[in-house]
């Protein structure tokens, strides 16, 4: 018995009508009256299941299959059968089933609809309910139209490291990575700990970007990107925050930043368009049931130009509408969401490019323009969430960033391989970050970080 | 000017024959005789670069560009000129040549043969010396052929969390992770520090394996497969050991030891195949200069069936060479590389899959023969390295998996998702583990895990 996934069954029905198939999957609902039952079997292939018809005198223990409960794991041997009158249009006459692994009635995924509050204390489960099976499928092929966006232009994927020996990534708060034995860590002559004597006889942390690194590596590839975990031990209760998250970190050398919005464009609109070609019933799912404009949205960003603002014009247009703001506008200020969403969804009413930011409001490591006032930044606004995308030209003129971090107060010995970049060989480049859970809200319209993630890390929650 | 990469020109010269390109790259090599200089440029885009010459009568700035130092970044704007007689098939006859960012004599990447210990120190360089610059590249490479394997195949991939609060993953030592305080942390009544004022609000570590949270998505997606960093912290100085490294882990339900050393073969062959075909120069490389049987080795991987020997079986034959052996074989022992060579290598000349290994010497999880003596492990050994591949049939039976956790002293408490699997609609399942970096050594021949990592943690080393 070869085992055939549900997802073959839709895609080439024709082909197996009148035909014996192997079934595994679990029990999402199951229902019998006397001699006949129904139970729909899903496998995780695809977003839907099978029908599963079974009768009394076609299968020896009939009994036993009318009794299984919801999440059950069967096998089952039977006709397919295309029942193009039916609600579903195809489904299966079972010969045969097989217990795999039984269920109980304290399956906590009763067919009722659930919380998401609730399903999140059972994430070893609730894969196996329909949003977070949607979810997850959109996660894999979103995570390898990115791959696959990048490899297909000759990008090389650099694994960045995640502990890191340089406290001044400058991103945010850090986790700290440890083996000493706090309890009683060794100490030197001042009293304070003695890192020299932990595992990397540094003190180190979860890294903040890969950027910096990454940066090293396009200096000798041209075009790299990066993706993986990244840490933010910022306390936050909010929706769209979460201390362990994916970014995808693409850096390219002899490059403006007109490149690197060519760039963030098009990876945006391929990795939507990959989304949608790959997964279909997931996202009917998210647009049924989630998000009803999300399909018309995702639609609109493949298809439209993508608008180009400066800050300093993006300021003034806001400006007069600074009444409906809860957060006045004001040149030098840091925009914020609120103000992002009006710029992209009332004024421009697309995806929009906002560049050249004050210098203060944004990182060492960003262009100085001629101005002087303005940094060669930009980030990329979507509607419905706001900025997706931030990056940036890097300064690559030796002078100027050291000139910057003089002004920071920061130590170039922290720094002296990120400057060497710029003794040897420099030259203008550019890049950007993508949250990868912001990526995927956008995707599906879930609204909380933690449903995206499979097992979330959030302030004061790393179960499982 | 439009720019072209310079593995552009490598795959199509006919079609640029004659024709104005401009390149843009980095000064591998450069020297001039009056009037006449030629320089090696590389831009990464491949591994080979492409020879410029470069003339006083032909560029303004002939002076400047005969000065250059190696490692300058430059933009040559030249003719086509196939060189069929020539030692390189073709070369550029520069027109115009743009100084992007200049080097110096302190560059340390002189022409001159450098240890890989050196370049060990200039991790931010490295990439930019053959080596280096092959070995990322085949590693980038070889990290989308195991996507583009599982994904063709209707694996979903699984990004399992690197922060995790079970410490009883058991496969060793861990970092902590915290945001504690620790010259002053927060204490509990017992004097001991009060984890629960940590950041998640409980003792939090680095990940050692994604394998049950993997479990957790099989159950719902049917075959999913993890690739992300994890995390040891044992004390170790080998040659191939990190403390910071990639694993791909996949997990497949409704699958018994069979099905899994199928997957993992056919992976193997897979990956080792798209590599060869997308990395032809930097093999050929590797081939001449690190490893000279490297390409017959794995081309010898791709063609040939695998041996498959149990572990009982393996040690009645090793029993019989034990002279060989710094360690003595006798049925119980763990092997050594010196055996797994032995066998792959001397015994079967061919990759082998040795089965059905002592419980005592396996992981808890794997699924118990009928023999209550041995467990339906799977190591997978190839010749040069030994094992590369580690994986079992999971113990899907609740009572089974409890009963051997006792055994253990594993508490059930600490693992109630993972015997919740085995509650609800358990099933027949399997999965490894890959580590990367081996993967990647093996594709090489590089010797030593600090050079296929971009930037390596190892003992005592957390540099960059």
Redesign the interface.
């Known amino acids: 018995m070869t085992?055939t996934?549900i997802?073959s069954l839709y895609q080439s029905p024709a082909s197996f009508s009148g035909k014996k198939v192997t079934v595994?999957?679990?029990?999402r609902t199951i229902r019998d009256s006397k001699a006949l039952g129904f139970m729909e079997l899903n496998?995780?292939?695809c977003f839907k299941g099978v029908q599963v018809v079974f009768e009394d005198k076609k299968i020896d223990n009939f009994k036993e299959i009318a009794k299984l409960n919801v999440?059950?794991?069967v096998?089952v041997n039977g006709e397919f059968v295309e029942t193009p009158q039916a609600k579903q249009s195809f489904e299966l006459h079972a010969c045969e089933i097989l217990v795999?692994?039984?269920?109980?009635p304290?399956?906590p995924l009763q067919k009722k609809r659930h919380s998401l509050e609730y399903l999140r204390t059972?994430?070893?489960?609730r894969?196996?309910a329909n949003t977070?099976?949607a979810a997850?499928?959109v996660?894999?092929a979103a995570?390898?139209g990115i791959?696959k966006f990048f490899?297909e232009r000759?990008?090389?994927?650099?694994?960045?490291?995640?502990?890191?020996?340089?406290d001044c990534e400058g991103a945010g708060?850090m986790?700290?990575?440890?083996?000493?034995d706090?309890?009683d860590?060794p100490r030197g002559e001042d009293g304070?700990?003695d890192f020299s004597q932990d595992?990397?006889?540094?003190h180190?942390s979860?890294t903040v970007s890969g950027q910096l690194?990454a940066e090293?590596?396009a200096?000798?590839?041209?075009?790299v990107y990066t993706f993986?975990?990244t840490?933010r031990?910022e306390?936050s209760y909010t929706q769209r925050h979460a201390?362990?998250f994916?970014m995808i970190e693409p850096e390219i050398?002899?490059a403006d930043l007109n490149d690197d919005m060519d760039l963030a464009r098009d990876m945006m609109k391929y990795v939507i368009r990959y989304v949608m070609d790959t997964c279909p019933q997931d996202l009917q799912f998210f647009n049924q049931f989630v998000d009803k404009g999300l399909i018309d949205r995702l639609t609109h960003i493949v298809e439209s130009d993508f608008a180009h603002v400066t800050y300093t014009e993006a300021v003034e247009i806001l400006k007069k509408h600074n009444s409906q703001f809860e957060y006045q506008v004001d040149w030098g200020v840091d925009l914020q969401t609120e103000h992002e969403k009006y710029l992209t969804e009332q004024v421009f009413q697309k995806p929009v490019f906002v560049t050249d930011y004050p210098k203060e409001i944004k990182s060492f490591y960003m262009r100085m323009n001629d101005d002087g006032r303005t940094v060669a930044a930009m980030d990329m606004l979507v509607p419905g969430i706001g900025e997706i995308i931030g990056g940036s030209q890097r300064e690559?003129r030796l002078d100027r960033l050291t000139a910057r971090m003089k002004e920071l107060g920061l130590k170039e010995a922290d720094y002296w391989?990120?400057l060497?970049?710029?003794?040897?060989?420099?030259?203008?480049h550019a890049g950007f970050g993508l949250g990868f859970e912001r990526l995927i809200m956008y995707l599906t319209g879930i609204q909380n970080i933690r449903d995206v993630?499979?097992?979330p890390?959030t302030?004061?929650?790393?179960?499982?």
């Open positions: 085992r996934e997802a595994c999957g679990w029990v496998d995780g292939s999440g059950a794991a096998t795999e692994g039984p269920s109980s304290e399956y059972i994430a070893h489960l894969p196996r977070f099976s997850f499928r996660r894999s995570a390898f791959h490899q000759g990008f090389i994927y650099a694994h960045t490291p995640i502990l890191t020996g340089s708060e986790f700290t990575a440890t083996t000493l706090l309890e860590p304070r700990i595992f990397f006889e540094k180190t979860l690194e090293c590596m200096m000798a590839f041209g075009k993986g975990p840490f031990a306390k201390a362990e994916w050398a002899f690559e391989w990120y060497d970049l710029r003794r040897f060989g420099t030259n203008k993630l499979p097992f890390r302030t004061g929650v790393a179960e499982f």
